[in-house]
């Protein structure tokens, strides 16, 4: 079992729709949760953070997280055509000082 | 405004050469990171450090080594190019169980 997986897709998603991106991880002991978004051929970065459970809203993303199911999630609203990109999960886990990513969602917002 | 800026965005090395991959940050953070992308593996960890002069093996050390002599620089170095090292190499940094800032990526040929 890998330590934090997600659906690779690609996820395809109307503009204006809604999209869903999901992740599991398999360390219970993991404290902070993170969303990257990565666009082809640049590095990752951070679009949101959350550490307790519940949801996390800014803008037009929510994280939300939930620590007895080991699971986490990322909604975007109103997707638009530039949100077309790769969204990576990553998990820190306090006892091996490590972040730990998910392989990654590609996601195609369709105009 | 924070950066980590790695030395080369792309580069093309024969096999069997020592090559050197730099990263600088200048946030001040403890923890540096190396990692590797390859199309649907996700970023996998090579090495990391938590302090100058400390270095811990990631999930795949071997064929390369590195070097943390100041907080701010931290070098990846493959002891001898082979192919199978081609590569996108991301640096990152961190404070705590913060997020990773990363640098813009070396995209690295080994022919």
């Known amino acids: 079992q890998k330590e934090v997986e997600q659906n690779s897709g690609p996820l395809s998603v109307p503009e204006g729709a809604i999209a869903s991106l999901n992740c599991t991880y398999s360390?219970?002991?993991?404290?902070?949760f993170f969303w990257y978004r990565q666009y082809s051929g640049k590095s990752p970065e951070l679009i949101m953070f959350?550490?307790?459970?519940g949801d996390k809203e800014d803008g037009r993303f929510t994280a939300q997280l939930n620590k007895a199911s080991q699971y986490v999630s990322l909604l975007i609203r109103d997707s638009q055509p530039s949100d077309s990109a790769t969204y990576l999960c990553?998990?820190?886990?306090?006892?091996?000082?490590?972040?730990?990513f998910g392989a990654g969602t590609r996601l195609f917002v369709k105009a | 405004d924070v950066k980590v800026t790695q030395s080369s965005r792309y580069l093309v090395k024969r096999t069997g050469e020592k090559v050197f991959l730099e990263c600088v940050q200048d946030?001040?953070?403890?923890?540096m990171f190396w990692y590797r992308q390859d199309p649907g593996l996700g970023l996998r960890l090579i090495y990391f450090?938590?302090?100058?002069?400390?270095?811990e093996k990631g999930d795949i050390p071997e064929g390369y080594s590195v070097s943390r002599e100041k907080k701010e620089r931290f070098s990846l170095i493959l002891e001898s190019a082979s192919t199978n090292q081609t590569s996108m190499y991301l640096c990152?940094?961190?404070?705590?169980?913060?997020?990773?800032?990363f640098g813009q990526g070396t995209r690295l040929t080994v022919v």
């Open positions: 946030m001040d953070h403890e923890n």
């Open positions: 990152a940094s961190r404070r705590g169980i913060t997020e990773a800032f």
């Open positions: 360390d219970r002991g993991s404290q902070s």
């Open positions: 990553a998990v820190f886990n306090t006892g091996g000082f490590k972040t730990i």
């Open positions: 450090s938590y302090d100058v002069k400390m270095k």
């Open positions: 959350i550490y307790s459970n």
